[in-house]
């Protein structure tokens, strides 16, 4: 069974403070994407890389894929309480008996941005 | 486009009673996607199709579990004879094609709640 641990499971910071969230497995993904969950509601895709080291920005986000293609990591700067929810990566694998991708979570790290 | 749509939102159903959920996608999303979140955790991989074909099916899910995409629009899943343990979100999503840049849009999900 692949598996995309994350860490930490949760994170209270106050706004203005930096902030890395991490996203491990032990298996190769073809690609890997970050999503923002609100309560109540949907995941939201905020990212997808897919070569790996690459590194994409989106303002103050910026993402990384792990050379192996094995991890990624979110890092927030200066966060904002907009930032505030659960966080959510997951990886791109070929399903073993379809023969065609499907998407696997990670374990979620909840932050709370205090103002 | 109106997104993806879920009903109902919440549920709440004695033990041992059937649901039945239902996932309208993105109108011309080939792709259908069911997976199950409990509190503050990743989702977790039911199932998935494209068009009406029911490519994989996790085996974590018992065989009170159904899912159907009869004309490769709308998705059904079924509960039958529904467990405490069922208790979750059920979360639907829909993408236009696979790849390891699929993009998967999230409807808001039905929380249920087995009494």
């Known amino acids: 069974t692949q598996l995309l641990e994350q860490s930490p499971q949760f994170l209270s910071i106050q706004e203005g403070e930096n902030l890395t969230v991490y996203c491990n497995s032990s298996s190769v993904f073809s690609s890997l994407q970050w999503y923002r969950q609100e309560p109540g509601e949907g995941p939201v895709l905020l990212v997808t890389v897919v070569t790996g080291g690459e590194v994409k920005k989106l303002k103050r986000l910026t993402f990384q894929f792990g050379d192996a293609r094995k991890d990624s990591s979110l890092h927030i700067t200066a966060a904002q309480p907009g930032d505030t929810g659960l966080y959510l990566c997951?990886?791109?694998?070929?399903?073993?008996?379809?023969?065609?991708?499907?998407?696997?979570f990670g374990t979620g790290t909840r932050l709370k941005v205090l103002a | 486009d109106t997104g993806v749509s879920q009903d109902p939102r919440h549920k709440i159903t004695k033990r041992g009673q059937n649901v039945t959920f239902r996932c309208d996608p993105i109108s011309e999303h080939n792709r259908l996607y069911w997976y199950r979140q409990t509190l503050g955790q990743g989702p977790e991989f039911l199932t998935y199709f494209q068009n009406e074909a029911q490519l994989e099916k996790s085996r974590l899910l018992s065989d009170r579990f159904s899912a159907e995409r009869p004309k490769g629009s709308f998705s059904t899943l079924e509960i039958q004879r529904t467990e405490q343990g069922d208790s979750a979100m059920y979360l639907c999503a829909s993408s236009l094609t696979a790849s390891r840049n699929e993009k998967l849009f999230f409807g808001s999900g039905t929380q249920l709640s087995v009494l």
């Open positions: 997951a990886g791109s694998t070929v399903g073993t008996t379809s023969g065609t991708y499907k998407y696997i």
